[in-house]
């Protein structure tokens, strides 16, 4: 079993940053890829960003890509979303997700989920 735990979302205006952090427990977390997916009213969950157990490789959706970093620290049992520049329409409901079966694109790939961070972006 791994539990996730987000933090750092809140409300920015448009062009500004934020951090997010998830923290993991359980199972040992270098042993499986991180991912974040983000969920607007309204809208399906949709793929952000992963990263391998290592951290060797990274992987965006397009519309983030160039302007968010996933990273990890498997020190501290810890994967962070920077997000740069943001824009409203990144305005979501945020997740960290665990060990994927297959697809990283795909949510229900993923085993383990958090309880997700809201992010808002004024304009």
């Known amino acids: 079993q791994v539990q996730l735990v987000e933090s750092g979302g809140g409300l920015v205006q448009a062009g500004g940053s934020l951090r997010l952090s998830c923290a993991a427990s359980?199972?040992?977390?270098?042993?499986?890829?991180m991912g974040w997916f983000r969920q607007a009213p309204g809208r399906e969950r949709e793929f952000v960003a992963a990263?391998?157990?290592?951290?060797?490789?990274?992987y965006y959706s397009h519309s983030v890509k160039g302007r968010f970093t996933i990273s990890r620290d498997n020190a501290l049992n810890t994967v962070y979303l920077q997000m740069n520049s943001l824009k409203p329409e990144d305005t979501a409901v945020y997740y960290c997700?665990?060990?994927?079966?297959?697809?990283?694109?795909?949510?229900?790939?993923?085993?383990?989920w958090g309880q997700g961070t809201q992010v808002t972006v004024s304009s």
């Open positions: 997700a665990a060990d994927p079966e297959g697809d990283y694109s795909v949510s229900s790939d993923w085993g383990y």
């Open positions: 359980g199972r040992t977390f270098s042993s499986y890829p």
């Open positions: 990263i391998t157990w290592r951290g060797g490789s990274t």
